[in-house]
């Protein structure tokens, strides 16, 4: 991850942009669903998408029928983000009201991922670890039915945003609470469903 190209250089609060490839591996590590988005036939499209990062690279998967798969899978020129909501960030005014969150825009073209296998096992085991050592492994027919998508994480832009509430002076006279209310999402417990005969 080297120094934001023009397309990814924040310019509305720059000082929110961060360049460290540990910041940005972090996000995605911890984030399960990101936004794919795409413009086809005029119309821009966003694909809600559960992924996973190999090294320099995000993996999605989708059906080899989905239009819009097939679409990027030819090189469609595309957008990805993950952003991680950490708080919200009450002001004396609904102007300076904000979010604590972390964020992150992939642009670039995905590649096919002929070798399914082990991108759909880190895909897995980046929602769900542990699951894919136990759960029957794909067949053939699904295998074939799925289309696996590498994008690289060469143009990204990696925005956090953690400070306190802002003031200005017509903010006097309002005597209200200011402060940050934390946001936390964490897996509940499991509830066993029973299998269908």
Do not use: N
């Amino acid at each position: 991850m080297g120094a934001p190209l023009s397309r990814t250089r924040v310019r509305r609060l720059p000082e929110l942009q961060v360049d460290d490839p540990a910041v940005l591996h972090g996000i995605l590590d911890a984030g399960t669903v990101g936004h794919l988005s795409i413009v086809h036939d005029g119309q821009p499209y966003a694909i809600p998408v559960a992924y996973g990062r190999s090294g320099s690279s995000v993996l999605f998967h989708g059906s080899t029928g989905s239009r819009l798969f097939r679409v990027l899978a030819e090189g469609a020129p595309c957008c990805f983000t993950v952003t991680l909501l950490d708080g919200l960030v009450l002001a004396r005014s609904a102007f300076e009201t904000s979010m604590h969150y972390r964020s992150v825009m992939v642009l670039g073209r995905c590649t096919v991922v002929e070798d399914k296998l082990p991108a759909l096992a880190t895909i897995s085991e980046h929602v769900t670890p542990g699951r894919w050592a136990v759960v029957r492994p794909p067949s053939r027919k699904e295998l074939a039915a799925t289309l696996v998508l590498a994008l690289p994480l060469d143009e990204v832009s990696v925005k956090v945003s953690d400070g306190p509430p802002s003031t200005s002076p017509e903010d006097a006279g309002y005597d209200v609470w200011t402060g940050v209310v934390p946001f936390r999402v964490e897996r509940g417990e499991p509830i066993e469903c029973e299998e269908e005969s």
